[in-house]
């Protein structure tokens, strides 16, 4: 009887643990992002797959080499979720190379400088895409068709160190392109099912949508962000498509085409670089909302989710002080 | 039904003892009695080695108002008067009784004592006599919550039937099979303070406590048995109090502030029982549960009895690794067993698996926020609190307001121990208030 008891363990309680975990978090959100990673490859063949790996390789290989050990960087699985959703923002045909760059800057610059996970201000991810962007505008707007069978394989994608490539076959556009450069508004049911140019994770819509109802039900994103993300841009350009249907495109086409799902979904709802209190989600997801419609419809470039997500992610501490909520007790009308 | 904001909802674990029907635990060989089991100043002991007493005689005077009686839970005699280890670990001067084994251990009733036929200093003197105190767990002398003030006015009696805390179900077991004396209390305690309306909160996980509360008497008159929603920390005072009145308690006040009192039904049954008979606080039930009982059960144990006999009653398993006293969500972990069972004892729980969730460093996901019933920011605490920047976590955080519930700790996914921090940063900021 003694014996058993003769060692008892002491710690502060509660004894009792929610079985939500931060790996678990990170690891749901990967898997996510995995199930767009194999939808890829069916749409854009082997070109797919070794992108994202490449990407996935440089952040992995960078938080492995510089990053803490002391808090368990890269037990945590949010590592390999930065590296894969670098990739899935890429187009097919990008040169490896560039892609496992991207993958060592925003891991490095967007994460590991900071003092590791939960550290960062910007979202590493799209801190590497905007590093990519910057570095090889060209490589990062050519689009190649989906549709090439499991096996495709862009040359481009092999294109030496330092080397950019060049695509043998034929080149596409995405839809946004199509929109602001010639355009040409594409279908809804093409946008809803990816069969579009674009980026490796953002063309098929229907795949967003459920992903981001698996997440909701794991409780692993705040739903509020995807929700006042799309609905501010749904509610904003309604506006404009009202006034001027055939200038601007329609609230369908705005939410289901580019990388709005993707962002919303995977990009804005980073725990750390988004607030923490409810209202500040909702602020945070209008910001966003706001800012993608107005770069999409008035700026220079044909897609603006990633500059939109940055930008109000240097906003989060305010946002994140604005929104402290008021004790229990102190004043608020009950 | 009514509620509160935010609060998490951990898996309940009343199942290992919820029908167990309350079993009177043998008289214990000796017991040991702390002169300090309640908030308050210790009482004064009136006893001496060698002094023979008898169950339910008074062997320790309140030591101050905010103090209650000490009474024999056993006959027999007293054996030591002496510092012994209690369940927080620290040394308190406690009255050691030795059974005796002859004795039939019988408890001398007085005919029944009717309270409206006392003033109220009166009253308020007789239950701080008769020894009791909260039986929820926080052990506060109930006394002082009824000797009102000058200038205020107590209009609403809220009985505290919720027992949010998992595992617990000693409450439960008073509400079924003490219904009466339940409702009994309450109405002693109603009358007194003249109250216009008594609420008794009852967490809807036990339907048959609300209908038992109600065949009793309950829902008659000005008497309401409400059904709350199962949600921790729905029995902490002020969520109660926000579930049944939609009022929220001013920050650093007591319910007192809106003219309220919240008492716990197991004390509503030990006031009638005193009233009834004269039997002071010498018992009270208890829950031995947990996946590393062999015999979980509802026990009515003599205060002082050893937790060391009670769980060797009851059968360990051999893997255990914690043996909490309380509840999982702010009970206490034993470093030791040889101490003795006190009035705020409500349960013993033996957990198999061990230890504290691995840290993750935090990724300000906002799940603690959403779990604070205070409404705080244990985020920002917990920062706070690691960097040393105490002053700030009273100028920022409102560091004072958390009622220690734990549910920040249960929800953080990244396993930091937030509300170890914020005792931590209390005890640092009240350190510097004595220094002061």
Redesign the interface.
């Not at chain 2, 939609?246 to 006040?253: F, T």
């Not at chain 2, 360990?316 to 909490?324: A, D, S």
């Not at chain 2, 061990?354 to 799940?367: H, S, T």
């Not at chain 2, 700790?409 to 396993?415: E, K």
């Given at each position: 009887m003694s014996k058993p008891l003769s060692r008892l363990l002491i710690h502060p309680a509660p004894f009792l643990k929610s079985p939500v975990d931060t790996p678990s978090v990170m690891f749901d959100v990967l898997l996510a992002a995995l199930g767009v990673t194999v939808v890829a490859i069916f749409s854009f063949g082997l070109s797919a797959a070794l992108v994202v790996a490449a990407a996935a390789l440089g952040a992995v290989g960078t938080e492995y080499l510089f990053g803490r050990r002391d808090l368990h960087s890269l037990a945590d699985w949010s590592g390999p979720l930065t590296g894969v959703l670098i990739g899935l923002t890429l187009p097919p045909g990008f040169p490896l190379w560039m892609a496992f760059l991207g993958g060592v800057v925003g891991m490095g610059l967007g994460k590991v400088a900071w003092g590791g996970l939960g550290q960062n201000l910007f979202n590493p991810a799209l801190v590497g895409r905007a590093f990519l962007q910057a570095a090889f505008p060209t490589a990062i707007t050519t689009w190649t068709p989906n549709g090439q069978g499991l096996t495709a394989l862009q040359s481009s994608n092999l294109a030496l160190p330092m080397m950019h490539g060049t695509v043998d076959g034929i080149t596409t556009a995405t839809p946004l392109g199509l929109a602001k450069f010639e355009h040409h508004f594409t279908g809804t049911l093409d946008l809803f099912v990816g069969n579009t140019g674009g980026s490796l994770g953002e063309t098929n819509a229907m795949l967003l949508l459920l992903l981001l109802g698996f997440l909701i039900w794991k409780r692993a994103l705040d739903w509020r962000i995807p929700v006042s993300i799309i609905g501010t841009v749904a509610a904003l350009s309604a506006v404009f498509w009202f006034m001027d249907p055939t200038l601007y495109p329609s609230p369908v086409f705005m939410v289901f085409s580019g990388g709005l799902l993707f962002g919303a979904i995977f990009m804005a709802t980073d725990p750390v670089t988004s607030p923490m209190a409810p209202k500040g989600s909702y602020t945070f997801g209008f910001g966003i909302g706001l800012l993608v419609v107005l770069i999409r419809l008035f700026g220079g470039l044909p897609e603006g989710v990633m500059y939109a997500i940055l930008l109000m992610n240097a906003i989060v501490p305010h946002l994140n002080r604005a929104f402290q909520p008021v004790p229990f007790g102190r004043g608020r009308k009950s | 039904m009514s509620g509160f904001?935010h609060g998490?909802h951990?898996?309940d674990n009343k199942h290992y003892t919820e029908k167990l029907p309350i079993r009177r635990y043998p008289f214990p060989r000796r017991v040991v009695l702390p002169l300090s089991q309640h908030i308050g100043a210790p009482s004064r002991a009136l006893v001496a080695v060698g002094d023979r007493v008898q169950r339910g005689q008074l062997i320790a005077n309140p030591g101050g108002f905010v103090s209650t009686a000490l009474h024999a839970s056993v006959t027999g005699t007293v054996v030591e008067i002496a510092p012994y280890r209690v369940s927080s670990g620290a040394l308190v001067p406690s009255i050691v009784i030795e059974t005796d084994p002859f004795d039939a251990q019988r408890l001398e009733e007085r005919p029944p004592l009717d309270p409206s036929a006392l003033n109220n200093k009166d009253f308020v003197q007789h239950i701080q006599m008769a020894g009791i105190v909260g039986l929820g767990g926080a052990a506060f002398p109930s006394h002082v919550k009824y000797a009102v003030p000058e200038g205020k006015r107590i209009e609403h009696l809220v009985i505290n039937g919720a027992e949010c805390e998992?595992f617990l179900t000693c409450d439960h077991r008073v509400m079924l099979e003490s219904p009466e004396q339940v409702m009994g209390g309450i109405a002693i305690v109603a009358e007194r303070l003249g109250v216009r309306s008594t609420h008794v909160g009852i967490e809807d996980n036990k339907p048959d406590a609300v209908e038992a509360l109600r065949r009793a008497g309950g829902g008659k008159g000005n008497i309401q048995v409400d059904a709350l929603h199962v949600k921790y920390p729905q029995g902490a005072e002020?969520m109660l109090i926000?579930a049944i009145h939609?009022?929220?308690?001013?920050?650093?006040?007591l319910p007192l502030e809106l003219g309220m009192v919240v008492n716990n039904v197991g004390t509503m049954a030990a006031i009638y029982d005193y009233f009834q008979t004269g039997k002071p606080l010498i018992e009270r039930v208890l829950t031995v549960t947990g996946p590393g009982v062999a015999e979980p059960a509802n026990l009515l144990v003599p205060l002082g009895t050893s937790v060391?006999e009670i769980?060797?009653y009851c059968g360990?398993?051999?893997?255990?690794?914690?043996?909490?006293m309380g509840g999982?969500?702010?009970?206490?972990?034993?470093?030791?067993?040889d101490v003795p069972v006190q009035k705020g004892t409500s349960g013993l729980?033996v957990?198999t698996k061990?230890?504290?969730?691995?840290?993750?460093?935090?990724?300000?996901?906002?799940?603690c926020?959403?779990a604070?019933?205070?409404?705080?920011?244990p985020?920002?605490l917990a920062k706070l609190a690691r960097g040393g920047r105490w002053e700030e976590t009273e100028s920022r955080a409102?560091v004072f307001?958390c009622i220690e519930c734990?549910s920040c700790?249960?929800?953080?996914?990244?396993?930091i121990?937030i509300?170890?921090l914020i005792?931590t940063s209390k005890a640092e900021l009240r350190k510097r208030q004595r220094a002061k």
């Open positions: - | 904001a998490v951990p898996p998992p002020k926000k939609g009022r929220e308690v001013p920050a650093g006040k060391r769980l060797e360990i398993k051999p893997e255990v690794t914690q043996v909490i999982p969500m702010m009970g206490q972990p034993l470093a030791e067993l729980l957990l061990a230890g504290m969730a691995k840290e993750y460093a935090c990724i300000r996901c906002g799940r926020l959403e604070c019933p205070e409404l705080l920011n985020q920002l409102f307001d734990g700790s249960y929800a953080c996914p990244s396993g121990p509300v170890q005792k």
